[in-house]
């Protein structure tokens, strides 16, 4: 075990796990923040991505003793309100079905749109691969995408 000391959506914490114990259980079992999902553990389906300084990366794969003193933000901390534009843009094009996947395509996709504002259809699709939606709502996606961009 080790003590680190991490900011999670503008809060510092100080947690006592092991090196390698992935982002993802750090902010599930220590920090009681469930809005990040575990979905495979291995990194390929997008539903536990988190931003580290912006990028969205894959919080199951990533251990804790790499993050140094970059900044994490989870569905919980993109907007105190929900409001954030991705956000507002998933519920006009009712987007989620069974939701499970939602907080990780909400997130890669906000990552997106805050290094590029204005995406081309391409630029989505290379974005958002690997994000996987087992209801395939992935046109929706895409079409909240573009109006999120637009509110940006």
Known sequence: MALY????????HQVDVDPDTPILWVLRDNLRLL??????G??????????LDGDAI??????????DNKKIVTIEGLSEAGDHPVQKAWIA??????????????MTAASLLAQNSNPSDDE????????????ATYTRINRAIKTAAKDM
Request: aromatic share 4%; net charge positive; proline share 3%.
């Open 93 to 106: 094009h009712d987007v989620p079905q069974c939701g499970y996947c939602q907080a990780g395509q909400i």
């Open 42 to 51: 291995i990194a390929h389906c997008g539903v536990c991505t988190v931003h």
């Open 5 to 12: 000391n991490i900011n999670v959506n503008g809060e510092s």
């Open 124 to 135: 989505i699709r290379r974005a958002m691969n690997g994000n996987l939606c087992r209801c």
């Open 35 to 40: 809005g990040t999902k575990y979905g495979c």
């Open 58 to 67: 894959r919080s199951c794969a990533y251990p804790i003793s790499a993050i």
